[in-house]
């Protein structure tokens, strides 16, 4: 797992594992945020299974699944309320990491 920090806050990142959690508590994230919807391949964990990993060591998640080319300003909205809620850094996870980078840079220019 490569993060790739946005901000002093935000590192975004390929979809990551339940497997992973442990390594991004140690990595420094104290939460994280998925921008990926449940189902969107084939073998992809779902954010249940990634937020049960995360609550077992104390650490937030919040989901906030975007279909691609189906962004809104409500979704900037939550993603910039999300970042303001959730103990920082945060990490951030889709397919790629570029939906989560995309919002997160939406979510600076929307009220």
């Known amino acids: 797992m490569q993060p790739t920090p946005v901000s002093t806050t935000l590192s975004v990142s390929p979809q990551i594992t339940p497997d992973d959690i442990e390594e991004v508590r140690n990595l420094g994230f104290r939460s994280i945020i998925c921008n990926r919807p449940d189902g969107e391949e084939a073998g992809q964990p779902t954010f249940d299974e990634i937020e049960a990993a995360a609550t077992a060591i104390g650490m937030p998640a919040r ?5 691609p080319g189906r962004m809104s300003e409500m979704d900037a909205s939550a993603f910039r309320a999300a970042l303001e809620e959730l103990p920082g850094p945060v ?6 990491g570029a939906r989560s980078a995309t919002l997160w840079s939406l979510s600076q220019t929307t009220p």
């Open 63 to 67: 989901y906030i699944p975007i279909i």
């Open 91 to 96: 990490l951030a996870y889709c397919r790629s």
